[in-house]
């Protein structure tokens, strides 16, 4: 394999990505999520207590969403490229609500012709861990 990882110019894009979907995730502009995820039958969003298995599934989920309690720190994250079109990107996040438990987010990004779209991702909430 001949990839190579973390082209700064890939990068800084998909962290502008990553940054926009962030601002539109709290404050729930829905609109800007739904366009950010790839509008595709195979797109999937494993979510805090949902499945979901296509676009219109991960559409359908965000229009019945309330938008209260959405606000949260973000830590500990990571965007790694793999040549031009291939990225994924990590974070951890803390919200009030959920004092003593750490959220994980993890996004798979891929360019297509529109531009930069999440075609995989996973958001799970456990207890805090112990510093190690």
């Excluded at 995820?37 to 296509?54: D, H, K, V």
């Excluded at 219109?56 to 500990?76: C, H, K, Q, W, Y």
């Excluded at 079109?85 to 987010?105: C, H, I, M, Y």
Aim: charged share 25%; glycine share 6%; with cysteine.
């Amino acid at each position: 394999m001949n990839t190579e990882v973390n082209i700064p110019e890939v990068v800084a894009e998909v962290s502008a990505e990553f940054d926009r979907y962030e601002a539109a995730l709290v404050t729930n502009e829905v609109e800007t999520l739904n366009g950010q995820f790839w509008a595709s039958p195979t797109t999937l969003r494993y979510g805090m207590g949902e499945i979901l298995l296509s676009h219109d599934e991960i559409r359908n989920f965000r229009a019945a969403r309330s938008p209260v309690g959405l606000m949260r720190t973000r830590r500990n994250t990571r965007i790694t490229t793999f040549g031009r079109d291939f990225a994924v990107a990590n974070t951890e996040f803390l919200r009030d609500s959920a004092p003593g438990k750490v959220g994980r987010q993890s996004q798979t990004w891929v360019r297509m012709p529109e531009g930069w779209r999440i075609v995989c991702a996973h958001v799970s909430l456990i207890d805090e861990p112990t510093p190690r």
